[in-house]
Protein backbone atom coordinates (compact mmCIF):
# COMPACT_ATOMS: atom_id res chain seq x y z
CA UNK A 1 0.00 0.00 0.00
CA UNK A 2 1.41 3.39 -1.36
CA UNK A 3 0.55 6.84 -1.37
CA UNK A 4 -0.55 7.84 -5.07
CA UNK A 5 1.33 9.88 -7.09
CA UNK A 6 0.50 13.33 -8.74
CA UNK A 7 -1.35 12.05 -11.73
CA UNK A 8 -2.94 9.51 -9.83
CA UNK A 9 -3.82 12.15 -7.55
CA UNK A 10 -5.10 14.67 -10.36
CA UNK A 11 -6.99 11.92 -11.75
CA UNK A 12 -8.64 10.69 -8.82
CA UNK A 13 -10.07 14.33 -7.49
CA UNK A 14 -10.80 15.25 -11.16
CA UNK A 15 -13.32 12.13 -10.93
CA UNK A 16 -14.70 12.87 -7.57
CA UNK A 17 -15.11 16.54 -7.83
CA UNK A 18 -17.97 15.32 -11.14
CA UNK A 19 -20.08 13.87 -8.30
CA UNK A 20 -19.08 16.32 -4.93
CA UNK A 21 -18.05 19.25 -6.95
CA UNK A 22 -16.55 21.72 -4.26
CA UNK A 23 -16.90 19.46 -0.79
CA UNK A 24 -14.03 17.41 -2.33
CA UNK A 25 -12.30 19.52 0.75
CA UNK A 26 -14.55 18.17 2.99
CA UNK A 27 -13.24 14.02 2.36
CA UNK A 28 -9.92 15.34 2.66
CA UNK A 29 -9.68 17.36 5.44
CA UNK A 30 -11.47 16.52 8.99
CA UNK A 31 -14.79 18.18 9.79
CA UNK A 32 -14.94 20.70 13.02
CA UNK A 33 -14.13 18.39 15.93
CA UNK A 34 -12.72 15.81 13.87
CA UNK A 35 -9.42 13.90 15.47
CA UNK A 36 -8.86 11.45 12.46
CA UNK A 37 -7.87 12.77 9.25
CA UNK A 38 -8.60 10.45 6.14
CA UNK A 39 -6.42 9.55 3.03
CA UNK A 40 -6.26 7.93 -0.25
CA UNK A 41 -3.69 4.85 -0.59
CA UNK A 42 -3.13 2.47 -3.57
CA UNK A 43 -2.90 -1.05 -3.75
CA UNK A 44 -3.14 -3.38 -6.68
CA UNK A 45 -4.56 -0.42 -8.77
CA UNK A 46 -7.34 0.04 -6.35
CA UNK A 47 -7.83 3.64 -4.62
CA UNK A 48 -8.90 2.90 -0.89
CA UNK A 49 -10.60 5.49 1.18
CA UNK A 50 -9.03 4.93 5.27
CA UNK A 51 -8.10 6.76 8.40
CA UNK A 52 -4.77 7.96 8.42
CA UNK A 53 -3.98 5.78 11.32
CA UNK A 54 -5.10 3.53 10.38
CA UNK A 55 -2.89 3.62 6.59
CA UNK A 56 0.05 4.12 8.88
CA UNK A 57 -0.36 0.80 10.51
CA UNK A 58 -0.78 -0.63 7.34
CA UNK A 59 2.83 -0.27 6.41
CA UNK A 60 4.26 -2.78 8.86
CA UNK A 61 2.03 -5.20 6.69
CA UNK A 62 3.61 -7.20 3.31
CA UNK A 63 2.05 -6.17 0.12
CA UNK A 64 1.65 -9.76 -0.64
CA UNK A 65 -0.25 -9.82 2.31
CA UNK A 66 -2.63 -7.04 2.94
CA UNK A 67 -5.51 -7.46 0.24
CA UNK A 68 -7.71 -4.30 1.40
CA UNK A 69 -7.86 -1.78 4.32
CA UNK A 70 -10.41 1.06 3.86
CA UNK A 71 -13.67 1.68 1.73
CA UNK A 72 -12.75 1.08 -2.08
CA UNK A 73 -13.04 4.25 -3.78
CA UNK A 74 -12.76 2.27 -7.40
CA UNK A 75 -9.49 1.30 -9.45
CA UNK A 76 -7.37 2.40 -12.12
CA UNK A 77 -7.23 0.97 -15.75
CA UNK A 78 -4.05 0.19 -17.67
CA UNK A 79 -4.75 3.01 -20.05
CA UNK A 80 -4.35 5.39 -16.58
CA UNK A 81 -7.92 5.93 -16.19
CA UNK A 82 -9.98 5.86 -13.35
CA UNK A 83 -12.86 4.03 -12.79
CA UNK A 84 -15.11 4.42 -9.90
CA UNK A 85 -16.20 1.42 -7.98
CA UNK A 86 -20.26 1.11 -6.36
CA UNK A 87 -18.68 0.78 -2.71
CA UNK A 88 -17.75 4.39 -3.02
CA UNK A 89 -21.68 5.34 -2.84
CA UNK A 90 -21.09 5.68 0.83
CA UNK A 91 -18.18 8.07 0.55
CA UNK A 92 -19.56 10.20 -2.21
CA UNK A 93 -23.50 10.49 -1.35
CA UNK A 94 -23.13 12.58 1.61
CA UNK A 95 -21.24 15.24 -0.27
CA UNK A 96 -22.84 14.96 -3.70
CA UNK A 97 -23.11 18.44 -5.11
CA UNK A 98 -26.03 16.94 -8.01
CA UNK A 99 -28.54 14.48 -7.01
CA UNK A 100 -31.86 13.00 -8.98
CA UNK A 101 -34.82 10.84 -7.44
CA UNK A 102 -36.43 7.75 -8.86
CA UNK A 103 -40.01 7.23 -8.33
CA UNK A 104 -40.32 3.66 -7.23
CA UNK A 105 -41.68 2.06 -10.39
CA UNK A 106 -37.81 3.18 -11.22
CA UNK A 107 -35.95 1.79 -8.39
CA UNK A 108 -36.22 -1.54 -10.01
CA UNK A 109 -35.13 -1.17 -13.68
CA UNK A 110 -32.03 1.50 -12.40
CA UNK A 111 -31.25 -1.83 -9.87
CA UNK A 112 -30.61 -4.10 -12.75
CA UNK A 113 -28.49 -1.96 -14.61
CA UNK A 114 -30.78 0.51 -16.45
CA UNK A 115 -30.54 3.61 -17.65
CA UNK A 116 -33.09 6.54 -16.05
CA UNK A 117 -35.81 7.42 -17.90
CA UNK A 118 -37.68 10.36 -17.66
CA UNK A 119 -40.82 9.20 -16.43
CA UNK A 120 -39.22 7.02 -13.78
CA UNK A 121 -37.48 10.52 -12.52
CA UNK A 122 -39.36 11.89 -9.10
CA UNK A 123 -36.97 15.18 -8.71
CA UNK A 124 -33.64 16.48 -9.51
CA UNK A 125 -31.51 18.78 -8.69
CA UNK A 126 -31.74 22.49 -10.40
CA UNK A 127 -29.91 23.67 -12.70
CA UNK A 128 -27.53 20.57 -13.07
CA UNK A 129 -25.21 20.44 -16.40
CA UNK A 130 -25.22 17.94 -19.51
CA UNK A 131 -22.56 15.15 -18.87
CA UNK A 132 -22.17 15.90 -15.00
CA UNK A 133 -22.22 13.35 -12.31
CA UNK A 134 -25.34 12.81 -10.14
CA UNK A 135 -26.25 10.48 -7.33
CA UNK A 136 -29.00 8.06 -7.57
CA UNK A 137 -31.42 8.03 -4.43
CA UNK A 138 -34.93 6.64 -4.10
CA UNK A 139 -38.12 8.93 -2.77
CA UNK A 140 -37.02 8.09 0.67
CA UNK A 141 -32.99 9.31 0.00
CA UNK A 142 -31.70 6.20 0.16
CA UNK A 143 -28.73 6.63 -2.13
CA UNK A 144 -29.27 3.60 -5.05
CA UNK A 145 -25.92 4.49 -7.36
CA UNK A 146 -24.59 7.28 -9.37
CA UNK A 147 -24.38 7.76 -13.00
CA UNK A 148 -24.24 10.51 -15.30
CA UNK A 149 -26.51 12.72 -16.76
CA UNK A 150 -27.43 12.51 -20.38
CA UNK A 151 -29.27 15.90 -20.67
CA UNK A 152 -29.38 19.03 -18.80
CA UNK A 153 -32.21 19.63 -16.12
CA UNK A 154 -33.64 21.93 -18.46
CA UNK A 155 -33.47 19.73 -21.37
CA UNK A 156 -34.48 16.90 -19.39
CA UNK A 157 -38.25 18.61 -18.63
CA UNK A 158 -38.91 18.58 -22.19
CA UNK A 159 -37.74 15.11 -23.12
CA UNK A 160 -40.60 12.60 -23.86
CA UNK A 161 -41.04 9.88 -20.95
CA UNK A 162 -39.19 7.52 -22.48
CA UNK A 163 -35.91 9.72 -23.34
CA UNK A 164 -33.18 8.90 -21.05
CA UNK A 165 -31.90 11.21 -18.54
CA UNK A 166 -29.14 9.62 -16.56
CA UNK A 167 -26.38 6.92 -17.85
CA UNK A 168 -25.91 4.69 -14.72
CA UNK A 169 -22.20 3.96 -14.02
CA UNK A 170 -22.85 2.35 -10.84
CA UNK A 171 -25.72 0.51 -8.66
CA UNK A 172 -26.52 -1.38 -5.87
CA UNK A 173 -27.50 -4.11 -7.43
CA UNK A 174 -23.79 -4.66 -8.51
CA UNK A 175 -23.08 -6.43 -5.42
CA UNK A 176 -25.53 -8.90 -6.24
CA UNK A 177 -24.44 -9.35 -9.99
CA UNK A 178 -20.77 -8.75 -9.48
CA UNK A 179 -20.22 -10.58 -6.33
CA UNK A 180 -17.75 -13.21 -7.84
CA UNK A 181 -15.84 -10.33 -9.11
CA UNK A 182 -16.30 -7.06 -7.15
CA UNK A 183 -13.73 -7.58 -4.52
CA UNK A 184 -11.37 -10.08 -6.33
CA UNK A 185 -7.90 -8.90 -6.60
CA UNK A 186 -6.55 -9.91 -9.92
Known sequence: MRALTETETQTLFKKLADYTGSSLKQLIAPPEGATERHVFR??????YYVRESIANLAVSVARDNLLSLGT???KFTKSGKFRM?????DVIAPHARYKIWVK???EMPFLY?????????????EDCPQH???IVLNMSDT???FGVTARSSAEARKLEPTGIVTFRQADV?????????LFTTT
Request: hydrophobic letters at 30%; aromatic letters at 4%; one cysteine or more.
Open 104 to 106: PNG
Open 42 to 47: IQNSRV
Open 132 to 134: QGV
Open 72 to 74: CIG
Open 143 to 145: PLG
Open 85 to 89: HITAL
Open 113 to 125: GGNIVKAHVGRFT
Open 173 to 181: GEYLREEDS
